[in-house]
């Protein structure tokens, strides 16, 4: 059974600082992977979606890595702004169902 | 091009009474899925419809139901609601299911008294 893990729970940083959240999956029979973030009380807002054929993604100053092979990804923000304060979410979407499994958020809260 | 539109927005009901919600995807989706978020659980997928067809089911009880019409609109039911039931109902929608990126709505807040 897939289980997807993001850790920290809760992170708080300075502005301007880059950072690195994480997530890691136990079964690598993944078809993409996707990084959303989540306003509190709102939907979700797609960030990135990796290909399990693809390393890495990149869209402004967001960038995120995929590592089949050991079950991780990781999504780096560049000079962190506090706008950027939400819950960051991965999802998981499995070959064999289709399934989109998520894990359960990283908090993040930039310090003005 | 308008976004997924989720109605009603917040919902109160009292246990034993059944809901149904309602998804409209963007235009041109004709993949609906349908999440369950609570503080405890995190998100859990509910179901998925393609072309008025159930594509996936996560492991929700019989209470839970959905269905797609044909202009790709989705609603999900829930009979007999369990105070457990309170959580934020998220709906996203999809061109290609499984493929592309999946594009959310804003949620139905349900409380269940």
């Known amino acids: 059974k897939q289980e997807v893990t993001q850790i920290p729970a809760a992170l708080s940083v300075p502005e301007g600082e880059n950072l690195v959240l994480n997530c890691s999956f136990t079964?690598?029979?993944?078809?993409?992977l996707q990084w959303f973030r989540q306003d509190p009380g709102k939907g979700l807002t797609s960030l990135l979606l990796?290909?399990?054929?693809?390393r890495e993604q990149t869209s402004g100053r967001l960038n995120a890595s995929l590592d089949k092979s050991s079950g991780r990804s990781t999504l780096y923000i560049a000079a962190s702004q506090p706008g950027d304060s939400a819950t960051y979410l991965c999802?998981?979407?499995?070959?064999?169902?289709?399934?989109?499994?998520f894990g359960k958020g990283t908090r993040l809260h930039i310090l003005p | 091009k308008a976004g997924v539109t989720q109605t009603p927005r917040y919902l109160i009901k009292t246990r034993g009474q059944q809901v149904t919600l309602s998804c409209s995807p963007i235009?041109?989706?004709?993949?609906v899925s349908w999440y369950q978020q609570t503080p405890g659980q995190g998100l859990q997928f509910l179901f998925e419809?393609?072309?008025?067809?159930?594509?996936n089911k996560g492991n929700f009880p019989g209470r839970f139901s959905g269905r797609q019409f044909s202009n790709s609109r989705s609603e999900m039911n829930v009979s007999t609601l369990e105070l457990g039931d309170s959580a934020l109902y998220l709906c996203?929608?999809?061109?290609?299911?499984?493929?592309?990126?999946?594009?959310f709505g804003p949620g139905t807040r349900l409380t269940v008294l």
């Open positions: 996203a929608s999809s061109s290609t299911p499984g493929v592309d990126t999946q594009y």
């Open positions: 079964d690598s029979a993944i078809y993409n």
């Open positions: 990796i290909q399990s054929s693809q």
């Open positions: 999802a998981v979407n499995m070959n064999r169902d289709d399934k989109i499994i």
């Open positions: 235009s041109g989706h004709r993949s």
């Open positions: 419809y393609f072309s008025e067809t159930q594509r």
